[in-house]
Protein backbone atom coordinates (compact mmCIF):
# COMPACT_ATOMS: atom_id res chain seq x y z
CA UNK A 1 0.00 0.00 0.00
CA UNK A 2 1.76 3.61 -0.91
CA UNK A 3 1.66 5.69 1.75
CA UNK A 4 3.19 9.22 2.19
CA UNK A 5 4.68 9.59 5.38
CA UNK A 6 4.70 12.49 7.61
CA UNK A 7 7.45 13.23 9.33
CA UNK A 8 7.36 13.79 13.08
CA UNK A 9 8.15 17.24 13.08
CA UNK A 10 4.92 17.55 11.30
CA UNK A 11 3.24 15.30 13.29
CA UNK A 12 3.85 17.05 16.81
CA UNK A 13 2.67 20.37 15.44
CA UNK A 14 -0.97 19.41 14.36
CA UNK A 15 -3.64 20.27 15.97
CA UNK A 16 -4.85 16.80 16.92
CA UNK A 17 -1.51 15.22 17.15
CA UNK A 18 -2.94 11.70 18.13
CA UNK A 19 -6.18 10.70 16.19
CA UNK A 20 -6.93 7.35 17.69
CA UNK A 21 -6.81 8.99 21.11
CA UNK A 22 -9.02 11.90 19.81
CA UNK A 23 -12.02 9.59 18.45
CA UNK A 24 -11.48 7.81 21.86
CA UNK A 25 -12.26 10.56 24.09
CA UNK A 26 -14.58 12.41 22.16
CA UNK A 27 -17.99 14.25 22.72
CA UNK A 28 -20.50 16.35 21.07
CA UNK A 29 -21.35 17.62 24.43
CA UNK A 30 -17.52 18.99 24.89
CA UNK A 31 -17.21 20.28 21.57
CA UNK A 32 -20.51 21.97 22.13
CA UNK A 33 -18.75 23.45 25.30
CA UNK A 34 -15.81 25.09 23.09
CA UNK A 35 -18.77 27.63 22.21
CA UNK A 36 -19.39 30.29 24.36
CA UNK A 37 -23.31 30.60 23.85
CA UNK A 38 -24.92 34.05 24.13
CA UNK A 39 -24.29 35.95 27.01
CA UNK A 40 -26.89 34.78 30.38
CA UNK A 41 -27.54 31.78 28.63
CA UNK A 42 -29.51 32.87 25.64
CA UNK A 43 -28.96 29.94 23.60
CA UNK A 44 -26.53 29.84 20.45
CA UNK A 45 -25.84 31.79 17.60
CA UNK A 46 -23.70 31.14 14.68
CA UNK A 47 -23.25 34.62 14.17
CA UNK A 48 -21.66 35.34 17.50
CA UNK A 49 -19.83 32.47 17.76
CA UNK A 50 -18.16 33.34 14.79
CA UNK A 51 -17.60 37.29 15.38
CA UNK A 52 -18.73 38.81 19.00
CA UNK A 53 -17.42 36.31 20.97
CA UNK A 54 -13.85 37.40 19.76
CA UNK A 55 -13.92 41.57 20.14
CA UNK A 56 -13.19 41.64 23.72
CA UNK A 57 -9.95 40.16 23.21
CA UNK A 58 -9.07 40.01 19.80
CA UNK A 59 -11.15 42.83 18.60
CA UNK A 60 -8.32 44.21 16.67
CA UNK A 61 -7.04 40.81 14.70
CA UNK A 62 -7.93 40.58 11.00
CA UNK A 63 -11.34 39.01 10.54
CA UNK A 64 -11.42 38.89 6.44
CA UNK A 65 -9.60 40.14 4.41
CA UNK A 66 -11.51 40.51 1.04
CA UNK A 67 -9.14 41.24 -2.52
CA UNK A 68 -11.02 42.64 -5.08
CA UNK A 69 -11.06 41.82 -8.57
CA UNK A 70 -9.90 45.13 -9.13
CA UNK A 71 -6.92 44.31 -6.87
CA UNK A 72 -7.96 46.23 -3.89
CA UNK A 73 -6.87 44.43 -0.60
CA UNK A 74 -10.11 45.21 2.40
CA UNK A 75 -8.72 44.13 6.01
CA UNK A 76 -11.65 43.87 8.40
CA UNK A 77 -11.01 43.80 12.21
CA UNK A 78 -13.53 41.43 14.07
CA UNK A 79 -14.62 44.68 15.92
CA UNK A 80 -15.62 46.33 12.85
CA UNK A 81 -17.07 42.92 11.54
CA UNK A 82 -19.29 43.17 15.14
CA UNK A 83 -20.17 46.59 14.33
CA UNK A 84 -20.99 46.06 10.29
CA UNK A 85 -22.92 43.11 11.06
CA UNK A 86 -25.02 44.20 14.12
CA UNK A 87 -25.55 47.48 11.30
CA UNK A 88 -27.15 44.94 8.97
CA UNK A 89 -29.32 42.86 11.75
CA UNK A 90 -31.04 46.35 12.56
CA UNK A 91 -31.85 46.85 8.58
CA UNK A 92 -33.78 43.65 8.47
CA UNK A 93 -35.52 44.46 12.03
CA UNK A 94 -36.09 48.48 10.79
CA UNK A 95 -37.85 46.83 7.21
CA UNK A 96 -39.95 44.68 9.56
CA UNK A 97 -38.62 41.20 8.47
CA UNK A 98 -39.32 38.91 11.11
CA UNK A 99 -37.25 35.75 12.45
CA UNK A 100 -37.67 32.46 10.54
CA UNK A 101 -37.77 34.69 7.60
CA UNK A 102 -35.62 33.84 4.76
CA UNK A 103 -32.61 36.17 3.41
CA UNK A 104 -31.35 35.09 0.07
CA UNK A 105 -27.92 36.81 -1.01
CA UNK A 106 -27.19 36.97 -4.89
CA UNK A 107 -23.65 38.59 -4.45
CA UNK A 108 -20.17 38.51 -5.51
CA UNK A 109 -17.48 37.49 -3.13
CA UNK A 110 -17.49 41.07 -1.93
CA UNK A 111 -17.39 42.39 2.26
CA UNK A 112 -21.15 43.22 1.26
CA UNK A 113 -21.65 39.27 1.05
CA UNK A 114 -20.12 38.17 4.23
CA UNK A 115 -21.79 41.46 6.39
CA UNK A 116 -25.35 40.31 5.25
CA UNK A 117 -24.51 36.72 5.49
CA UNK A 118 -23.34 37.27 9.54
CA UNK A 119 -25.92 39.80 9.51
CA UNK A 120 -28.81 37.63 8.82
CA UNK A 121 -27.84 35.05 10.87
CA UNK A 122 -27.48 37.40 13.82
CA UNK A 123 -31.42 38.53 13.60
CA UNK A 124 -32.09 35.35 13.83
CA UNK A 125 -33.55 34.67 10.17
CA UNK A 126 -32.56 31.93 7.87
CA UNK A 127 -29.35 32.69 5.63
CA UNK A 128 -29.54 31.37 1.82
CA UNK A 129 -26.50 31.93 -0.51
CA UNK A 130 -26.94 31.94 -3.71
CA UNK A 131 -23.66 31.42 -6.20
CA UNK A 132 -23.70 34.36 -8.47
CA UNK A 133 -23.06 32.83 -11.80
CA UNK A 134 -26.45 31.29 -11.25
CA UNK A 135 -28.69 32.22 -14.77
CA UNK A 136 -32.56 33.59 -14.09
CA UNK A 137 -33.57 30.27 -14.27
CA UNK A 138 -31.81 28.70 -11.50
CA UNK A 139 -31.92 31.97 -8.85
CA UNK A 140 -36.05 32.45 -9.30
CA UNK A 141 -36.13 28.23 -8.78
CA UNK A 142 -34.27 28.31 -5.24
CA UNK A 143 -36.25 31.51 -4.22
CA UNK A 144 -39.43 29.94 -5.05
CA UNK A 145 -38.36 26.98 -2.94
CA UNK A 146 -37.35 28.71 -0.27
CA UNK A 147 -39.77 31.39 0.08
CA UNK A 148 -37.25 34.01 0.24
CA UNK A 149 -38.12 37.34 1.56
CA UNK A 150 -35.26 39.29 1.13
CA UNK A 151 -32.46 39.53 -0.89
CA UNK A 152 -29.84 41.47 -1.38
CA UNK A 153 -27.95 41.64 -4.84
CA UNK A 154 -26.34 44.33 -6.71
CA UNK A 155 -28.24 46.24 -9.64
CA UNK A 156 -26.58 44.90 -12.26
CA UNK A 157 -27.19 41.19 -11.08
CA UNK A 158 -31.40 42.00 -10.33
CA UNK A 159 -31.72 43.24 -14.04
CA UNK A 160 -30.10 40.59 -15.56
CA UNK A 161 -30.89 37.31 -13.11
CA UNK A 162 -34.09 38.55 -11.35
CA UNK A 163 -36.27 40.91 -12.89
CA UNK A 164 -37.20 38.32 -15.58
CA UNK A 165 -38.91 36.13 -13.04
CA UNK A 166 -39.82 38.82 -10.23
CA UNK A 167 -43.28 37.92 -11.04
CA UNK A 168 -42.96 33.99 -10.34
CA UNK A 169 -41.94 35.78 -6.62
CA UNK A 170 -44.91 36.47 -4.15
CA UNK A 171 -42.61 36.25 -1.08
CA UNK A 172 -39.53 38.16 -1.85
CA UNK A 173 -40.64 41.66 -0.33
CA UNK A 174 -37.17 43.92 -0.07
CA UNK A 175 -34.32 43.54 -2.44
CA UNK A 176 -31.32 45.82 -1.30
CA UNK A 177 -28.93 46.84 -3.95
CA UNK A 178 -25.55 47.01 -2.88
CA UNK A 179 -22.15 47.37 -4.36
CA UNK A 180 -22.23 49.42 -8.28
CA UNK A 181 -23.44 52.63 -8.50
CA UNK A 182 -27.84 51.93 -9.44
CA UNK A 183 -27.38 51.59 -12.63
CA UNK A 184 -30.91 49.60 -11.94
CA UNK A 185 -34.24 50.36 -10.31
CA UNK A 186 -33.90 53.13 -8.41
CA UNK A 187 -34.30 53.20 -4.61
CA UNK A 188 -37.86 54.45 -3.91
CA UNK A 189 -39.45 52.11 -5.96
CA UNK A 190 -41.36 49.85 -4.76
CA UNK A 191 -39.95 46.82 -2.73
CA UNK A 192 -36.25 48.58 -3.92
CA UNK A 193 -33.95 49.72 -1.32
CA UNK A 194 -30.26 50.86 -1.45
CA UNK A 195 -28.37 48.94 1.34
CA UNK A 196 -25.99 51.89 1.88
CA UNK A 197 -29.50 54.01 2.87
CA UNK A 198 -30.88 51.37 5.24
CA UNK A 199 -27.67 50.74 7.09
CA UNK A 200 -27.25 54.63 7.63
CA UNK A 201 -30.18 55.27 9.41
CA UNK A 202 -29.63 52.35 11.60
CA UNK A 203 -27.40 51.93 14.66
CA UNK A 204 -24.30 49.55 15.04
CA UNK A 205 -25.31 48.21 18.36
CA UNK A 206 -27.17 44.84 18.50
CA UNK A 207 -28.68 42.01 21.33
CA UNK A 208 -28.97 39.02 19.38
CA UNK A 209 -32.22 37.83 20.06
CA UNK A 210 -32.15 34.30 22.26
CA UNK A 211 -31.72 31.73 19.39
CA UNK A 212 -32.45 27.87 20.30
CA UNK A 213 -29.75 25.73 18.89
CA UNK A 214 -32.21 24.03 17.28
CA UNK A 215 -33.43 27.32 14.88
CA UNK A 216 -33.33 27.37 11.77
CA UNK A 217 -30.06 29.51 10.24
CA UNK A 218 -29.36 27.94 6.77
CA UNK A 219 -30.90 27.12 3.59
CA UNK A 220 -28.47 25.11 1.21
CA UNK A 221 -28.95 23.91 -2.11
CA UNK A 222 -27.08 20.45 -2.91
CA UNK A 223 -24.53 20.80 -6.22
CA UNK A 224 -27.07 19.45 -8.48
CA UNK A 225 -24.44 16.21 -9.99
CA UNK A 226 -27.43 14.07 -9.59
CA UNK A 227 -30.44 15.61 -10.13
CA UNK A 228 -33.06 18.48 -9.42
CA UNK A 229 -30.82 20.44 -6.50
CA UNK A 230 -32.50 19.73 -2.79
CA UNK A 231 -32.52 22.51 -0.18
CA UNK A 232 -30.96 21.04 2.72
CA UNK A 233 -31.95 23.04 6.03
CA UNK A 234 -29.31 23.68 8.74
CA UNK A 235 -29.56 24.98 12.28
CA UNK A 236 -27.67 26.56 14.80
CA UNK A 237 -26.25 23.70 16.60
CA UNK A 238 -24.21 22.77 13.47
CA UNK A 239 -21.48 25.76 14.65
CA UNK A 240 -20.43 23.34 16.69
CA UNK A 241 -19.53 21.14 14.13
CA UNK A 242 -17.85 23.99 11.79
CA UNK A 243 -15.82 24.68 14.79
CA UNK A 244 -14.59 21.03 15.82
CA UNK A 245 -14.01 19.81 12.53
CA UNK A 246 -12.50 22.76 11.48
CA UNK A 247 -9.44 21.69 14.09
CA UNK A 248 -9.55 18.00 13.55
CA UNK A 249 -9.80 17.88 10.06
CA UNK A 250 -8.08 21.21 8.40
CA UNK A 251 -5.95 21.74 11.51
CA UNK A 252 -6.96 25.18 11.70
CA UNK A 253 -6.46 27.52 14.61
CA UNK A 254 -6.65 31.29 15.94
CA UNK A 255 -3.26 32.01 14.41
CA UNK A 256 -4.15 30.60 10.68
CA UNK A 257 -4.47 32.40 7.54
CA UNK A 258 -7.07 30.28 6.25
CA UNK A 259 -8.33 29.88 2.25
CA UNK A 260 -11.45 28.47 1.40
CA UNK A 261 -11.69 28.84 -3.01
CA UNK A 262 -15.86 27.76 -2.16
CA UNK A 263 -18.14 30.28 -3.46
CA UNK A 264 -20.59 30.72 -0.07
CA UNK A 265 -23.67 29.53 -2.59
CA UNK A 266 -21.65 25.65 -1.68
CA UNK A 267 -22.19 24.59 1.05
CA UNK A 268 -18.36 24.52 2.18
CA UNK A 269 -18.15 27.98 1.08
CA UNK A 270 -20.41 28.88 4.10
CA UNK A 271 -19.55 26.33 6.37
CA UNK A 272 -15.58 26.72 6.02
CA UNK A 273 -15.54 29.79 3.92
CA UNK A 274 -17.73 31.78 6.35
CA UNK A 275 -18.30 30.39 9.43
CA UNK A 276 -15.45 27.89 10.65
CA UNK A 277 -12.46 30.02 10.39
CA UNK A 278 -14.22 32.88 12.10
CA UNK A 279 -14.97 31.10 15.02
CA UNK A 280 -11.69 30.27 15.58
CA UNK A 281 -10.68 33.39 15.30
CA UNK A 282 -8.08 33.10 12.16
CA UNK A 283 -7.81 35.35 9.37
CA UNK A 284 -10.00 34.61 6.50
CA UNK A 285 -9.04 35.29 3.03
CA UNK A 286 -12.01 35.87 0.52
CA UNK A 287 -10.97 36.15 -3.05
CA UNK A 288 -13.31 37.93 -5.27
CA UNK A 289 -11.41 36.41 -8.81
CA UNK A 290 -11.77 33.58 -10.32
CA UNK A 291 -9.58 30.54 -11.16
CA UNK A 292 -6.44 31.90 -11.96
CA UNK A 293 -3.62 29.81 -11.54
CA UNK A 294 -0.36 32.32 -11.59
CA UNK A 295 -2.56 34.41 -9.40
CA UNK A 296 -3.66 31.77 -7.10
CA UNK A 297 -0.04 31.04 -6.48
CA UNK A 298 0.61 34.86 -5.81
CA UNK A 299 -2.33 35.16 -3.65
CA UNK A 300 -0.98 31.90 -1.47
CA UNK A 301 2.64 33.34 -1.55
CA UNK A 302 1.67 37.38 -0.67
CA UNK A 303 -0.71 36.78 1.87
CA UNK A 304 1.25 34.14 3.83
CA UNK A 305 -2.20 31.12 3.52
CA UNK A 306 -1.52 28.42 6.22
CA UNK A 307 -4.41 26.56 5.38
CA UNK A 308 -5.84 26.25 2.07
CA UNK A 309 -8.99 24.44 1.25
CA UNK A 310 -10.28 24.11 -2.04
CA UNK A 311 -11.20 21.42 -4.73
CA UNK A 312 -9.71 18.63 -6.80
CA UNK A 313 -10.60 20.66 -10.35
CA UNK A 314 -8.54 23.64 -9.22
CA UNK A 315 -5.07 21.37 -8.05
CA UNK A 316 -5.83 19.56 -11.56
CA UNK A 317 -5.54 22.54 -12.85
CA UNK A 318 -2.69 23.76 -11.18
CA UNK A 319 -0.82 20.72 -11.89
CA UNK A 320 -1.60 20.79 -15.56
CA UNK A 321 -0.13 24.13 -15.49
CA UNK A 322 3.02 22.98 -14.86
CA UNK A 323 5.92 23.19 -11.82
CA UNK A 324 7.79 26.19 -12.58
CA UNK A 325 5.00 28.48 -11.87
CA UNK A 326 4.90 27.34 -8.33
CA UNK A 327 8.25 27.29 -8.07
CA UNK A 328 8.48 31.03 -8.81
CA UNK A 329 6.38 31.21 -5.75
CA UNK A 330 7.34 31.41 -2.05
CA UNK A 331 4.92 28.61 -0.81
CA UNK A 332 6.81 28.48 2.58
CA UNK A 333 3.85 29.41 4.65
CA UNK A 334 1.68 26.76 3.46
CA UNK A 335 1.51 24.13 6.02
CA UNK A 336 -1.45 22.09 5.15
CA UNK A 337 -4.01 21.86 2.14
CA UNK A 338 -7.21 19.94 1.74
CA UNK A 339 -9.57 19.29 -0.63
CA UNK A 340 -13.15 18.32 -0.99
CA UNK A 341 -15.84 17.94 -3.61
CA UNK A 342 -14.80 15.03 -5.94
CA UNK A 343 -12.77 11.91 -5.87
CA UNK A 344 -9.05 13.20 -5.79
CA UNK A 345 -6.84 10.80 -7.65
CA UNK A 346 -3.73 9.43 -6.17
CA UNK A 347 -1.59 11.66 -8.76
CA UNK A 348 -2.88 15.11 -7.58
CA UNK A 349 -1.32 13.96 -4.03
CA UNK A 350 1.56 12.94 -5.21
CA UNK A 351 2.43 16.66 -7.32
CA UNK A 352 1.15 18.19 -4.28
CA UNK A 353 3.55 16.97 -1.60
CA UNK A 354 6.15 17.56 -4.40
CA UNK A 355 5.01 21.28 -5.67
CA UNK A 356 3.04 22.55 -2.86
CA UNK A 357 5.60 20.88 -0.36
CA UNK A 358 2.37 19.01 1.58
CA UNK A 359 0.69 16.41 0.37
CA UNK A 360 -3.29 17.28 -0.55
CA UNK A 361 -5.60 16.16 2.41
CA UNK A 362 -8.95 15.04 0.96
CA UNK A 363 -11.71 14.87 3.08
CA UNK A 364 -15.99 13.95 2.32
CA UNK A 365 -18.92 15.58 2.95
CA UNK A 366 -21.90 16.78 1.63
CA UNK A 367 -24.61 19.69 1.67
CA UNK A 368 -26.66 17.21 4.01
CA UNK A 369 -23.88 16.90 6.35
CA UNK A 370 -23.04 20.46 6.90
CA UNK A 371 -19.65 19.78 8.07
CA UNK A 372 -16.60 17.45 7.24
CA UNK A 373 -17.01 13.46 7.81
CA UNK A 374 -14.35 11.75 6.71
CA UNK A 375 -10.65 13.26 6.19
CA UNK A 376 -6.91 12.77 6.17
CA UNK A 377 -5.25 14.61 8.78
CA UNK A 378 -2.36 16.41 9.40
CA UNK A 379 -0.77 13.66 11.89
CA UNK A 380 -1.67 10.73 10.19
CA UNK A 381 0.33 9.27 7.07
CA UNK A 382 -1.58 9.61 3.55
CA UNK A 383 -2.75 6.80 1.76
CA UNK A 384 -2.92 8.64 -1.86
CA UNK A 385 -6.63 8.08 -3.56
CA UNK A 386 -8.49 7.53 0.34
CA UNK A 387 -10.77 10.19 1.42
CA UNK A 388 -9.33 8.98 4.70
CA UNK A 389 -10.80 7.81 8.16
CA UNK A 390 -13.74 9.23 9.78
CA UNK A 391 -13.84 12.38 11.98
CA UNK A 392 -13.95 12.22 15.80
CA UNK A 393 -17.81 12.09 16.58
CA UNK A 394 -18.70 10.28 13.40
CA UNK A 395 -19.31 7.02 13.07
CA UNK A 396 -19.54 5.30 9.46
CA UNK A 397 -20.63 2.24 7.84
CA UNK A 398 -20.81 0.42 4.59
CA UNK A 399 -24.34 -0.88 3.87
CA UNK A 400 -25.38 -3.46 1.98
CA UNK A 401 -26.84 -2.89 -1.26
CA UNK A 402 -30.45 -3.91 -2.70
CA UNK A 403 -31.02 -4.22 -6.48
CA UNK A 404 -31.48 -0.52 -6.98
CA UNK A 405 -28.35 0.31 -5.87
CA UNK A 406 -29.05 2.27 -2.31
CA UNK A 407 -28.52 0.19 1.26
CA UNK A 408 -30.81 -3.08 1.36
CA UNK A 409 -33.86 -2.04 3.32
CA UNK A 410 -34.09 -5.61 5.92
CA UNK A 411 -36.31 -6.15 9.05
CA UNK A 412 -35.40 -3.51 11.49
CA UNK A 413 -33.04 -1.53 9.24
CA UNK A 414 -30.09 -2.09 6.93
CA UNK A 415 -27.37 -4.66 6.89
CA UNK A 416 -23.77 -3.45 7.93
CA UNK A 417 -21.08 -5.08 5.59
CA UNK A 418 -17.86 -5.55 7.74
CA UNK A 419 -15.69 -7.57 5.36
CA UNK A 420 -12.84 -4.99 3.85
CA UNK A 421 -12.42 -4.01 0.19
CA UNK A 422 -16.31 -4.40 0.12
CA UNK A 423 -18.31 -1.84 -1.82
CA UNK A 424 -21.65 -0.41 -0.37
CA UNK A 425 -23.39 2.66 0.71
CA UNK A 426 -22.06 4.83 2.99
CA UNK A 427 -23.72 5.65 5.87
CA UNK A 428 -23.10 7.85 8.90
CA UNK A 429 -24.55 7.44 12.70
CA UNK A 430 -27.16 9.87 13.45
CA UNK A 431 -26.30 12.56 15.99
CA UNK A 432 -23.87 14.75 14.95
CA UNK A 433 -25.20 18.77 15.49
CA UNK A 434 -24.77 19.73 11.51
CA UNK A 435 -27.01 17.03 10.19
CA UNK A 436 -29.43 18.91 7.85
CA UNK A 437 -32.55 18.63 9.25
CA UNK A 438 -34.70 18.70 6.30
CA UNK A 439 -35.04 19.02 2.33
CA UNK A 440 -36.79 21.66 1.93
CA UNK A 441 -40.93 20.64 0.62
CA UNK A 442 -39.68 17.06 0.75
CA UNK A 443 -40.47 15.10 4.03
CA UNK A 444 -39.96 12.36 2.38
CA UNK A 445 -37.41 12.55 0.53
CA UNK A 446 -35.66 13.49 3.91
CA UNK A 447 -37.37 10.53 5.75
CA UNK A 448 -36.35 7.96 3.18
CA UNK A 449 -32.69 8.97 3.62
CA UNK A 450 -32.67 7.54 7.12
CA UNK A 451 -32.97 3.79 8.32
CA UNK A 452 -31.99 1.96 11.47
CA UNK A 453 -30.32 5.00 13.10
CA UNK A 454 -27.79 6.06 9.72
CA UNK A 455 -27.98 8.51 7.58
CA UNK A 456 -27.77 7.20 3.88
CA UNK A 457 -25.65 9.18 1.83
CA UNK A 458 -26.07 7.83 -1.23
CA UNK A 459 -22.33 7.22 -2.13
CA UNK A 460 -20.96 4.12 -2.72
CA UNK A 461 -17.34 3.54 -0.73
CA UNK A 462 -15.03 0.73 0.46
CA UNK A 463 -13.60 0.26 3.55
CA UNK A 464 -10.27 -1.20 3.81
CA UNK A 465 -8.74 -3.26 6.82
CA UNK A 466 -7.11 -0.88 8.49
CA UNK A 467 -10.13 1.47 8.62
CA UNK A 468 -9.56 3.85 5.73
CA UNK A 469 -12.61 4.82 3.19
CA UNK A 470 -11.90 4.66 -0.86
CA UNK A 471 -14.35 6.24 -2.70
CA UNK A 472 -16.35 3.92 -5.45
CA UNK A 473 -18.78 6.23 -6.99
CA UNK A 474 -21.88 7.73 -6.80
CA UNK A 475 -25.12 4.73 -5.91
CA UNK A 476 -26.29 6.28 -9.10
CA UNK A 477 -23.24 6.15 -11.15
CA UNK A 478 -21.86 2.86 -10.14
CA UNK A 479 -21.78 0.43 -13.12
CA UNK A 480 -23.00 -3.09 -13.80
CA UNK A 481 -20.76 -4.79 -16.71
CA UNK A 482 -20.40 -8.28 -16.97
CA UNK A 483 -21.25 -9.21 -13.73
CA UNK A 484 -18.99 -6.79 -12.36
CA UNK A 485 -19.33 -3.79 -10.37
CA UNK A 486 -17.13 -0.82 -11.28
CA UNK A 487 -16.90 2.28 -9.33
CA UNK A 488 -16.00 5.05 -12.29
CA UNK A 489 -13.60 7.21 -9.77
CA UNK A 490 -11.35 3.79 -10.04
CA UNK A 491 -11.21 3.49 -13.70
CA UNK A 492 -10.90 7.16 -13.83
CA UNK A 493 -8.03 7.23 -11.73
CA UNK A 494 -6.26 4.93 -13.48
CA UNK A 495 -6.51 6.47 -17.43
CA UNK A 496 -5.37 9.96 -15.19
CA UNK A 497 -2.17 7.81 -14.49
CA UNK A 498 -1.53 8.48 -18.19
CA UNK A 499 0.80 11.16 -19.02
CA UNK A 500 -1.64 12.55 -21.95
CA UNK A 501 -4.62 12.64 -19.53
CA UNK A 502 -5.83 15.66 -17.62
CA UNK A 503 -9.06 14.63 -16.92
CA UNK A 504 -11.42 11.96 -16.68
CA UNK A 505 -15.12 10.61 -16.87
CA UNK A 506 -16.58 7.62 -17.11
CA UNK A 507 -20.57 6.31 -18.00
CA UNK A 508 -21.97 2.87 -17.79
CA UNK A 509 -23.47 2.28 -21.41
CA UNK A 510 -26.44 -0.02 -21.68
CA UNK A 511 -24.93 -3.04 -23.69
CA UNK A 512 -27.11 -6.22 -24.37
CA UNK A 513 -23.93 -8.42 -23.81
CA UNK A 514 -22.58 -6.66 -21.20
CA UNK A 515 -25.63 -5.07 -19.37
CA UNK A 516 -23.51 -2.22 -19.15
CA UNK A 517 -20.00 -0.96 -20.90
CA UNK A 518 -17.75 0.99 -19.55
CA UNK A 519 -17.43 4.17 -22.00
CA UNK A 520 -14.71 6.90 -20.89
CA UNK A 521 -14.41 10.67 -22.12
CA UNK A 522 -10.60 12.28 -21.42
CA UNK A 523 -9.61 15.59 -21.63
CA UNK A 524 -5.87 15.82 -22.79
CA UNK A 525 -3.03 17.46 -21.44
CA UNK A 526 -1.56 20.72 -23.42
CA UNK A 527 0.46 19.42 -25.83
CA UNK A 528 -1.22 15.83 -26.85
CA UNK A 529 -3.21 15.26 -29.55
CA UNK A 530 -6.00 13.37 -30.31
CA UNK A 531 -5.45 10.33 -32.67
CA UNK A 532 -6.09 6.60 -33.59
CA UNK A 533 -2.66 5.86 -31.85
CA UNK A 534 -3.44 7.65 -28.69
CA UNK A 535 -6.93 6.39 -28.44
CA UNK A 536 -5.77 2.83 -28.94
CA UNK A 537 -2.92 3.49 -26.50
CA UNK A 538 -5.14 4.32 -23.72
CA UNK A 539 -7.60 1.70 -23.98
CA UNK A 540 -4.75 -0.32 -24.08
CA UNK A 541 -2.89 1.23 -20.91
CA UNK A 542 -6.22 0.85 -19.06
CA UNK A 543 -6.87 -2.69 -19.99
CA UNK A 544 -3.13 -3.45 -18.77
CA UNK A 545 -4.17 -2.04 -15.71
CA UNK A 546 -8.17 -3.01 -14.60
CA UNK A 547 -8.33 -6.07 -17.06
CA UNK A 548 -12.03 -7.28 -17.64
CA UNK A 549 -13.48 -3.82 -16.24
CA UNK A 550 -11.31 -1.53 -18.26
CA UNK A 551 -13.44 0.78 -20.60
CA UNK A 552 -14.59 -0.55 -24.20
CA UNK A 553 -14.86 2.62 -25.76
CA UNK A 554 -13.24 6.21 -25.21
CA UNK A 555 -13.54 9.94 -26.89
CA UNK A 556 -11.71 12.45 -26.14
CA UNK A 557 -13.38 15.53 -25.25
CA UNK A 558 -12.07 18.94 -25.44
CA UNK A 559 -14.03 20.17 -22.42
CA UNK A 560 -15.91 17.82 -20.03
CA UNK A 561 -19.17 19.11 -18.19
CA UNK A 562 -19.13 20.36 -15.02
CA UNK A 563 -21.03 22.04 -12.17
CA UNK A 564 -20.29 25.24 -11.39
CA UNK A 565 -18.85 24.13 -8.29
CA UNK A 566 -16.28 22.06 -10.31
CA UNK A 567 -17.60 18.66 -10.07
CA UNK A 568 -17.78 16.18 -13.24
CA UNK A 569 -21.81 15.84 -14.57
CA UNK A 570 -21.11 12.15 -15.45
CA UNK A 571 -25.11 12.47 -16.05
CA UNK A 572 -25.12 14.89 -18.16
CA UNK A 573 -22.51 13.01 -20.71
CA UNK A 574 -24.89 9.72 -20.17
CA UNK A 575 -27.95 11.63 -21.07
CA UNK A 576 -26.05 12.97 -24.19
CA UNK A 577 -24.04 9.68 -24.85
CA UNK A 578 -28.18 7.90 -24.88
CA UNK A 579 -29.76 10.57 -26.49
CA UNK A 580 -31.76 11.15 -23.24
CA UNK A 581 -33.19 14.62 -22.10
CA UNK A 582 -30.48 16.40 -20.09
CA UNK A 583 -32.47 16.85 -16.92
CA UNK A 584 -32.09 19.98 -14.91
CA UNK A 585 -29.06 21.59 -16.13
CA UNK A 586 -29.30 25.07 -13.22
CA UNK A 587 -26.18 24.31 -11.96
CA UNK A 588 -24.00 23.58 -14.86
CA UNK A 589 -21.17 25.53 -15.63
CA UNK A 590 -20.80 27.16 -19.28
CA UNK A 591 -17.41 27.40 -20.69
P1 LIG B 1 -26.77 16.53 -5.72
O1 LIG B 1 -26.99 15.93 -4.38
O2 LIG B 1 -27.69 17.64 -6.02
O3 LIG B 1 -26.68 15.52 -6.81
P2 LIG B 1 -24.03 16.83 -4.94
O4 LIG B 1 -24.23 15.55 -4.22
O5 LIG B 1 -22.85 16.94 -5.86
O6 LIG B 1 -25.32 17.23 -5.75
P3 LIG B 1 -22.91 18.26 -2.74
O7 LIG B 1 -23.62 18.07 -1.46
O8 LIG B 1 -22.30 19.57 -3.02
O9 LIG B 1 -23.93 18.02 -3.90
O10 LIG B 1 -21.75 17.20 -2.91
C1 LIG B 1 -21.61 16.06 -2.08
C2 LIG B 1 -21.12 14.91 -2.89
O11 LIG B 1 -19.85 15.20 -3.50
C3 LIG B 1 -20.87 13.66 -2.11
O12 LIG B 1 -22.06 12.93 -1.88
C4 LIG B 1 -19.89 12.90 -2.99
O13 LIG B 1 -20.56 12.18 -4.02
C5 LIG B 1 -19.07 14.01 -3.60
N1 LIG B 1 -17.84 14.19 -2.81
C6 LIG B 1 -17.59 15.11 -1.86
N2 LIG B 1 -16.35 14.98 -1.37
C7 LIG B 1 -15.80 13.92 -1.99
C8 LIG B 1 -14.53 13.26 -1.91
N3 LIG B 1 -13.58 13.69 -1.09
N4 LIG B 1 -14.33 12.19 -2.70
C9 LIG B 1 -15.30 11.76 -3.54
N5 LIG B 1 -16.49 12.35 -3.67
C10 LIG B 1 -16.75 13.41 -2.91
MG1 LIG C 1 -25.81 14.81 -3.15
Redesign the pocket.
Known amino acids: METIVKPDSVRRAARMPDYAGARATFSWGAARAQMSGLPDGRGLNIAHEAVDRHVAARGRTVALRVLGRDGTTTDITYAELQRRTNRFANALVALGVERGDRVFTLLPRTLDLYVAALGTLKAGCVLSPLFSAFGPEPVAERLRLGEGRVLVTTPRLYERRVRPARDTLPALQHVLLTGEPAAGPDDGEEGFTSLENVLAAVGEEFTIPPTDPEDTALLH ?10 G ?1 VHVHDAVVAHHATATAALDLGADDVFWCTADPG ?3 GTSYGIVAPLTHGATLLVDEGDFDAERWYAVLAEHRVTVWYTA ?1 TALRMLAKHGADAAARHDLSALRHVA ?6 NAEVVRWSADVLGTPVH ?7 TGAIM ?1 SNFAAEDIRPGS ?1 GRPLPGIEAAVLERGPDGRALRVEGGVRELTTPDTDGELALRVGWPSLFRGYLHADERYAASFAGGWYL ?3 VVRRDADGWFW ?1 A ?2 ADDVIKTAGHLVGP ?1 EVESVLMSHPAVAEAAVIGKPDPMAGELVKAFVTLRPGWEPGDALHDELLAFARRRLGSVAPKELAVDPHLPH ?1 R ?1 G ?1 ILRRLLKARELGLPEGDLS ?1 VETP
Open positions: FTSGTTGRPKAWVTPSVGEPLDNWWQTEIMTGDFGRFTSKT
